[in-house]
């Protein structure tokens, strides 16, 4: 990943390292943190849940929801979007698109600007868009690389080959690739928002080894009364 100052240079996320501080003399490497990410990660799910979205998680960083019940609470799909950027403005490089359905937003956040989100409203702005967009799914991740070796560069050119051609080469992974560059994808699934859930015992001061035992081991502690 990287930020929206370097993308201004022309860094992009899987450019060569080497080609990157070429580009960026001044671009600083900052390590991996995978568990500040899953922390922030879920702080964002929970801000997008907390303006009414049911988000379903694409990937760290990455998420849709169905807008179309939130437009009349917002008044319109320019409130929708107002009221994201208050909930998750503070996410590194924001970016929003919005489209029919997932691949198409996909596709959309990915021309998207830092401050204005984009648009995809059909197939016929999907074939413009180069191949390397199917490694946004993980069952078409792998194909970017043999379609342009069969001299397939776009979405559009994809399309035009047929469902056929690539079911027979590529099996079922070529069939969704061609079902997503038409604009076809499966419904959203989004996740089911969690609660925090705590629980408090009070114990004696004179806590004993088989007592704290138990409560450590998740187990209500078995407080015996004296006669």
Known sequence: ACSPAAEAQGVHPGIPLAEALARSPQLVLVPPDPVAVDRSWEALLVCLEGIGARPEPLAPGEACFDAAGLRRMYRGIEGVIAATRRAIGWWPG????????????????????????????????LAPITVDLLACRERTARLPGPLRRFGLDTLGE?????????GERFGASGVLAHDLACGIDTPLVPREPGSDLRERFDLPESLSGELLDRVLAGQPPLLRRRE
């Open 94 to 125: 924001l970016r929003i698109g919005l489209g029919p359905a997932r691949f198409s937003a996909q596709a959309a956040a990915r021309r998207a600007g830092p401050r204005k989100a984009a648009y995809i409203h059909g197939p016929s702005e």
């Open 158 to 166: 994809l399309v035009r080959l047929g469902r056929g051609p690539l």
